[in-house]
């Protein structure tokens, strides 16, 4: 008899993403770079699909207010009670009311400009939708999704709190390849300061990105989910590898 093993799972989110992205770039070489690109963003969307509640949908496209409109949205998840401004298939136009959360995917980020430039659009996307938001809550949740890594997870770190000094629109979850993971942290409970935290977490950077997006946009989860979703025994916790603090400039510490 084959026993339960979610941490199992959640490596095979992992894999399955890889494995697909490799067979795309067998197939196409490297000629068409935007071309995958584009591959790659489905590939996601397919796996967040599979996850996301029933009053969800995710798609591409852009949030407008009364004088503002964002730039392009690699993937907006919307309220499917929500109205559209415009609709054809994929795409879509919507005002902040409709969006739960946005993610931005890239293949590779081989430098900090480039890893800065990824992280302020995602950040100035966040604080428009932010700004104009009703009265039903306050902040939608927002993800960087990076197929491939190097040893930049320090210069991710800085940029993130870059973005959010420049921006004012902090990023929930960054999936840096494989194995590197981020989240901010709130104060909650005015003890812990706001922060981002890395975590090195094996072959479950995807599946805790997807897990994290879940558990904020899916109201009254119980401990039991939350064990099914975030399966490493001891918790993440014990995976820590750095942290900044909101607000700070340039200070990046080890656990």
């Not at 298939?89 to 009311?97: A, C, E, F, H």
């Not at 494989?178 to 950077?205: C, K």
Request: aromatic content about 10%.
């Amino acid at each position: 008899m084959v026993e339960q093993n979610y941490k199992k799972y959640w490596e095979s989110i992992n894999s399955s993403l890889e494995s697909t992205k490799d067979r795309v770039r067998n197939l196409i070489g490297g000629r068409h770079w935007l071309t995958e690109g584009t591959y790659k963003e489905i590939i996601l969307k397919k796996t967040l699909e599979r996850h996301l509640p029933e009053d969800l949908s995710i798609c591409t496209g852009f949030v407008c207010n009364k004088d503002k409109i964002s730039s392009q949205i690699d993937l907006l998840i919307i309220d499917k009670s929500a109205y559209t401004l415009f609709k054809e298939g994929d795409l879509v136009i919507v005002t902040p009311s409709a969006v739960r959360a946005i993610i931005e995917v890239k293949t590779r980020l081989e430098s900090m400009s480039k890893i800065d430039k990824a992280l302020a659009k995602l950040s100035k996307n966040v604080k428009l939708c932010n700004q104009t938001l009703s009265n039903k809550r306050t902040s939608l949740w927002s993800g960087l999704f990076v197929y491939e890594s190097d040893d930049k997870i320090k210069d991710v770190l800085l940029s993130l709190n870059n973005s959010w000094n420049e921006h004012e629109g902090y990023i929930n979850c960054v999936a840096y390849g494989s194995n590197e993971f981020v989240r901010y942290w709130f104060d909650y409970d005015g003890q812990h300061e706001h922060r981002w935290v890395s975590y090195n977490l094996a072959n479950l950077a995807a599946g805790y990105f997807v897990g994290n997006m879940i558990a904020d946009l899916t109201p009254n989860l119980g401990w039991e989910d939350g064990e099914i979703l975030f399966p490493i025994e001891g918790t993440k916790e014990t995976k820590r590898k750095y942290y900044i603090m909101r607000g700070d400039n340039n200070s990046v510490e080890e656990f």
